[in-house]
């Protein structure tokens, strides 16, 4: 059974870098899926950060596109983000999950909690 | 950019039938993926690719996509039912753009 563990900084302040990992046991990240990364923040709904298969091709969302990097390190069976000059509103639940072409984001790790305040 | 709408909210009566729509032009001629998350939990499918049902999933919830609407069919709901219903699509675009969720109430 695939599982997510997100991992990273959990307090950040405004203009730094989110930096998280997506630790993928039970499967290897080179099998036919992309990784995705959505956040949440509270009370709202579900935002699509973007996301990476396994030979590093790329898609973003288009409103976060500029400030966005994924990478993947197969060995470690590890996909990241990075996210540049955060503020305040982007203080959000992170998920990394697993994309599946025909069957959605199938399986989610349990969630980060980061938060951006000065 | 592309963008899916839902109503903020829907009410169904114990064991009837809901129905959570999602909008989007053209969305007939795209793949639709809905999830339901419960508070303090990561979201869950329960349907994919329109009408696709994953093992575990009760059968009381039913998909289907034509047009512009996607819907998401509750048959008999439950209390357990409760929860935000987010439907997600992928455009070349934009990228896999999530709904902006409808919240249900089983009265």
């Known amino acids: 059974q695939v599982q997510l563990q997100e991992s990273g900084p959990r307090l950040l302040k405004p203009s730094q870098t989110l930096s998280l990992t997506c630790s993928v046991s039970?499967?290897?990240?080179?099998?036919?899926?992309?990784w995705s990364w959505v956040r949440q923040s509270a009370g709202k709904g579900l935002e699509w950060i973007g996301r990476?298969?396994?030979?590093?091709?790329?898609n973003y969302n288009p409103s976060l596109k500029s400030r966005v990097i994924m990478s993947v390190d197969t060995s470690k069976n590890q996909f990241s983000l990075r996210l540049s000059s955060v503020t305040a509103a982007e203080t959000a639940v992170y998920y990394c999950v697993r994309d599946s072409v025909d069957a959605g984001h199938d399986k989610w790790g349990q969630g980060t909690l980061v938060t951006v305040s000065s | 950019s592309y963008e899916v709408t839902q109503p903020l909210s829907v009410s169904v009566a114990l064991g009837q039938t809901a129905r959570i729509t999602c909008g989007g032009n053209?969305?007939?001629?795209?793949?639709v993926h809905w999830y339901q998350q419960k508070p303090g939990q990561a979201p869950v499918v329960v349907i994919y690719?329109?009408?696709k049902r994953p093992s575990g999933i009760p059968e009381r919830f039913s998909g289907s996509n034509s047009g512009n609407t996607a819907t998401l069919t509750i048959s008999g709901a439950q209390v357990g039912d409760e929860g935000d219903y987010y439907c997600q699509v992928w455009d070349a675009a934009t990228g896999r753009p999530f709904g902006g969720g409808t919240k249900l109430t089983v009265l």
């Open positions: 039970g499967g290897s990240i080179s099998s036919d899926y992309y």
């Open positions: 053209n969305i007939g001629s795209k793949n």
């Open positions: 690719r329109d009408n």
């Open positions: 990476i298969f396994s030979t590093g091709i790329t």
